[in-house]
């Protein structure tokens, strides 16, 4: 089982559309979890992080966190073509120091 | 305030030669981080400094890989005999070291291409 898993199809939204993105993670010892975004051919660039449980926004990003299921989401309301990138979730493990990688998913927003 | 920062931007060598890779962390960040990421691939840990203790060496692939941080600022990371597997996109990231602040803030990378 992979560490960190993340829907591999590329997925595409409407312009203003609600983009959402899941992520599930296998060791119940995880403690942090961010997403990133990376455009093509850039490095990537945190945009969330999240430590409990429940919904975290902040602007048109909603990060929603449920460690009982072990799975972390990612919302992106009135998608706009600039975000039109892949995003990666990236999981902390408890005394561990690196950050663990889904492989991430694309996300394209049609005008 | 200035990012991290990573240099070269782009390296292209021949299979069998040795290169290295500089990464600056944002001033005041004790904690960094190295990765790589090849086509296809994930991002894949490659080692770890935090302040003056031993680094994390977990994730380098062969001995032929080795970084160094002096001063506990700037970090260079270290391929000898390079192969044509290790092509790929060297990522640093830096981090303020605190407990409970995790956050990791990459470089734009150092794209390496063996011939």
Request: proline content about 4%; some cysteine.
């Amino acid at each position: 089982q992979k560490e960190v898993e993340q829907n591999s199809g590329p997925l595409s939204v409407p312009e203003g559309a609600i983009a959402s993105l899941n992520c599930t993670y296998s060791d119940r010892g995880s403690q942090s979890f961010f997403w990133y975004r990376q455009y093509s051919g850039k490095s990537p660039e945190l945009i969330m992080s999240i430590y409990s449980n429940g919904d975290k926004e902040d602007g048109r990003f909603t990060a929603q966190l449920n460690k009982a299921s072990q799975y972390v989401s990612l919302l992106i309301r009135d998608s706009q073509p600039s975000d039109s990138a892949t995003y990666l979730c990236a999981v902390k493990r408890y005394g561990n120091n690196r950050l663990a990688f889904g492989k991430g998913n694309q996300v394209v927003v049609i005008p | 305030g200035a990012g991290v920062s990573q240099s070269p931007s782009n390296k292209v060598t021949e299979k069998g030669k040795d290169v290295e890779l500089r990464c600056d962390p944002i001033s005041g960040h004790t904690a960094l981080y190295w990765y790589r990421q090849s086509l296809g691939q994930g991002l894949e840990f490659l080692i770890y400094f935090q302040g003056n203790s031993a680094p994390d060496k977990s994730g380098l692939p062969s001995d032929r890989f080795s970084a160094e941080r002096t001063g506990g600022s700037v970090s260079t990371l270290t391929i000898q005999r390079t192969q044509q597997e290790d092509s790929a996109v060297y990522l640093c990231a830096s981090s303020t070291g605190r407990t409970l602040s995790y956050e990791q803030y990459f470089g734009p990378g150092t794209r390496l291409t063996v011939t």
